[in-house]
C-alpha cells in the first residue's frame, strides 16, 4: 500500500495555488493521472520521487519516503522514473545502459526480448528512432524492478502507431512484474487502455477519483458526428452491447446490435456516424 497525503504551493498561469493530494494506492495498482496541463500532475510525481520538496507523508508499506518536511533521498526510493525526454547515456549502447543500473544478464536478456529489442541491444541510442529510444527508456527504469513505476507522458512525443504498440508494450511489462504504477496522461484512450484506476486533478486538487469507465465516459450530450476511430472494448450490458470507441484524443460509447458486436473485434478500425440521432458503427 502506498499513502500519499501531501501539500506543496505551486505558481501557475492563474497565480499562486495549493497542491492538496491525499490517496491511498494498491500495491500491484496501475494509476493515471489526468487533468488540464498546469494542475499538478506531473509535480505531484516528482514530489513521490523525491525530486521536489513538500510538507506532509507518503509512505510506502511500512517505509517513510516523507514525514512532515523530512524526505528519504531519491536513490533511497525503490522507484523507476520514465521522462519524455528518454534521458539515455549517448556513449552507451542499448544493453550497457541497462547494465549500467545493474549487473543482470538474465533481466536484460529477458526485457529486450519483452520489448523487442533483441537486435539492436548493441546500437547507440543515436542511432535508434524515438519509439526504440522510449523502450530502452522503460526498460532501464524496470532494471530494478521497482515497487514503484513512474510515468511522466512517456508516450507524447510519439506518432499514434508507435504509442500504440509501446501502449501494449507497458501493459505487458506492468502485468509481467506486478509493479505499481502511476502515469500522467493527456490522452483518454491510453488512460483506458492502460488504467484501473483514474484520478482528475485540477488546481492541485482531485475532482474525480475511480474506474475509467465511470470517469471518461461522462458525456454533455448527444452531437451529430462523422468520425473514424478504434474499438477499445465491447461489453454486453443485460440485453444489449455497448461498444467503447476512441476518436482521435477523445472516447465515446455507442449501443450495437448483437450482429454488430459478432463482427467487429476490440483494435479494429471504424466509422462513426449518425443518421437521425441514431449512431452507425461500420468497420473498415
Known amino acids: 500500500m502506498i499513502s500519499i497525503n501531501i501539500t506543496k504551493k505551486l505558481y501557475g498561469s492563474d497565480g499562486e495555488m495549493e497542491l492538496n493530494i491525499k490517496i491511498d494506492i494498491k500495491n500491484g495498482e496501475f494509476l493515471a493521472l489526468g487533468g488540464e496541463s498546469g494542475g499538478g500532475k506531473t509535480t505531484l510525481l516528482r514530489i513521490i520521487a523525491g525530486l521536489d520538496d513538500a510538507y506532509g507523508n507518503i509512505a510506502v508499506d511500512d517505509n517513510l519516503w516523507l514525514k512532515d518536511d523530512k524526505s528519504l533521498k531519491v536513490q533511497q526510493r525503490d ?4 521522462f519524455q525526454d528518454y534521458a539515455l547515456f549517448e556513449n552507451m549502447s542499448v544493453e550497457e545502459n541497462l547494465y549500467f543500473v545493474k549487473k543482470d544478464k538474465v533481466l536484460v536478456d529477458r526485457l529486450l ?3 523487442s529489442l533483441n537486435k539492436l ?3 547507440l541510442p543515436n542511432t535508434l528512432s524515438g519509439g526504440q529510444k522510449q523502450r530502452v527508456s522503460i526498460c532501464r527504469a ?6 514503484l513505476l513512474l510515468l511522466d507522458e512517456p508516450l507524447s512525443a510519439l506518432d499514434p502507431s508507435m504509442r500504440v504498440k509501446l501502449q501494449d508494450e ?6 509481467e512484474f506486478k509493479t505499481t504504477t502511476i502515469m500522467v496522461s493527456h490522452d483518454p484512450s491510453e488512460i483506458y487502455k492502460l488504467a484501473n484506476r483514474v484520478i482528475m486533478i485540477d488546481k492541485g ?5 475511480g ?7 461522462k458525456s454533455s450530450g448527444s452531437k451529430k458526428f462523422s468520425f473514424e476511430g478504434e474499438v477499445l472494448d465491447i461489453t454486453k450490458v443485460d440485453v444489449v452491447y455497448i461498444a467503447i470507441i476512441s476518436i482521435g484524443q477523445q472516447i465515446t460509447k455507442v449501443v450495437i446490435s448483437k450482429n454488430e458486436a459478432q463482427h467487429i473485434k476490440v483494435g479494429d478500425k471504424v466509422s462513426l456516424s449518425t443518421k437521425a440521432f441514431t449512431p452507425i458503427i461500420q468497420k473498415i
Open 79 to 82: 522507484i523507476g522514473f520514465v
Open 113 to 115: 526480448t519483452l520489448t
Open 121 to 123: 541491444r548493441h546500437r
Open 142 to 147: 524496470m532494471m530494478r524492478k521497482p515497487k
Open 170 to 175: 507497458i501493459l505487458l511489462l506492468h502485468k
Open 205 to 209: 486538487k482531485i475532482i474525480s477519483d
Open 211 to 217: 474506474d475509467p469507465k465511470d470517469i471518461l465516459l
